[in-house]
């Protein structure tokens, strides 16, 4: 496959309006990070809201050209839209969508975040297998947790455009790159074992072959990642990344990183030590990564680590 070279950009502002985790108090903002306070003047008001999702919107800035994106919707109808509203984020900025893969916790607020949006034909970017049906999670004795799958035209109600894609390719003229479907090389990053979809009067594996990130380009610095869940593995996304851009060199990686609970713990190990090969200057595990392997991530790669919260905003400059 040919080398695909994102724009080199000068800032990248990355939005949380939905994660795992809040904790209005922190107080620990610094010039890269900074923590959620909606305030009305010097009002204190509403909290941000905190649940088992994951949303990002992403603003990028290469000299008077800035361009937004939203990766996400969050699991809840509204959570991702009223976190925006209390950090007064301009939803109608948005000009481009990736979803990172179709599991509701990534596309449950899709409706409400398009109509917040407020214009046709915003281009959503996402792998055909995102809509597979009958998906589940075996949660042992027979019992099956049922995943919905997002519906296309519901999202084209919602004023999107739908772009199926399984290949890499750039948006926003070149300035972000969706990697598509991500090899699975990595000899401990084995998928979800857990996972099933329905087919033809039986049951597979769920692959989860439409699992994917987003990559840009920092001027200087190398490259920020972003994934949703990982399940295709955060080092062989990475990885992937690094060859189809042919960059090298790993600014950042953020995004779930799927390593929470007992079929996942395991392999904690051996990423935390990939990750340390690949020398990032900052790491930072959100939604799905789970707190074992933040608490792991964090002791160490302490100079890299950053904690992530609902309505953090981490600025990554050139």
């Known amino acids: 496959m040919s080398t695909i070279h994102p724009n080199a950009v000068e800032k990248i502002e990355i939005l949380t309006l939905e994660d795992n985790y809040i904790d209005i108090a922190a107080m620990d903002n610094s010039d890269m990070v900074s923590r959620a306070m909606p305030l009305t003047g010097n009002l204190f008001g509403k909290s941000i809201l905190a649940e088992h999702g994951f949303s990002a919107?992403?603003?990028?800035?290469?000299?008077?050209?800035?361009?937004?994106?939203?990766?996400?919707?969050?699991?809840?109808?509204?959570?991702?839209?009223?976190n925006g509203e209390a950090l007064n984020f301009d939803f109608s900025q948005i000009e481009a969508v990736f979803l990172s893969h179709g599991h509701v916790d990534h596309f449950g607020g899709l409706k409400s975040v398009g109509e917040k949006i407020g214009k046709k034909g915003v281009q959503i970017v996402v792998h055909p297998s995102a809509f597979k049906t009958d998906r589940f999670v075996s949660a042992g004795s027979g019992f099956k947790i049922i995943m919905p799958t997002p519906d296309e035209a519901e999202i084209e109600n919602a004023g999107f455009t739908i772009i199926k894609q399984t290949e890499p390719r750039t948006l926003l003229d070149g300035d972000v790159l969706y990697l598509g479907e991500i090899p699975r090389l990595s000899d401990f990053e084995q998928g979800m074992p857990n996972a099933f979809f329905g087919k033809e009067g039986g049951e597979e594996l769920d692959l989860l072959e439409d699992d994917t990130a987003v990559v840009m380009n920092l001027s200087g610095k190398g490259l920020v990642v972003l994934s949703g869940c990982a399940h295709s593995g955060i080092i062989n996304t990475v990885n992937?990344?690094?060859?189809?851009?042919?960059?090298?060199?790993?600014?950042?990686?953020m995004g779930?990183?799927?390593?929470?609970?007992?079929?996942?713990?395991?392999?904690?190990?051996?990423?935390?030590?990939a990750l340390k090969e690949i020398g990032p200057d900052y790491v930072i595990p959100t939604h799905c990564t789970g707190r074992k392997a933040i608490g792991r991530i964090e002791t160490e790669m302490p100079g890299s680590f950053i904690l992530n919260m609902?309505?953090?905003?981490?600025?990554?400059s050139s």
């Open 256 to 273: 779930g990183f799927h390593l929470t609970g007992r079929l996942f713990e395991p392999i904690i190990e051996d990423t935390v030590n």
């Open 57 to 82: 919107a992403v603003k990028i800035t290469s000299g008077d050209r800035k361009r937004t994106f939203l990766m996400d919707f969050g699991l809840s109808e509204d959570i991702v839209v009223r």
């Open 240 to 253: 992937y990344a690094k060859e189809i851009t042919g960059i090298s060199r790993v600014h950042a990686v």
């Open 310 to 316: 609902a309505g953090t905003t981490i600025t990554f």
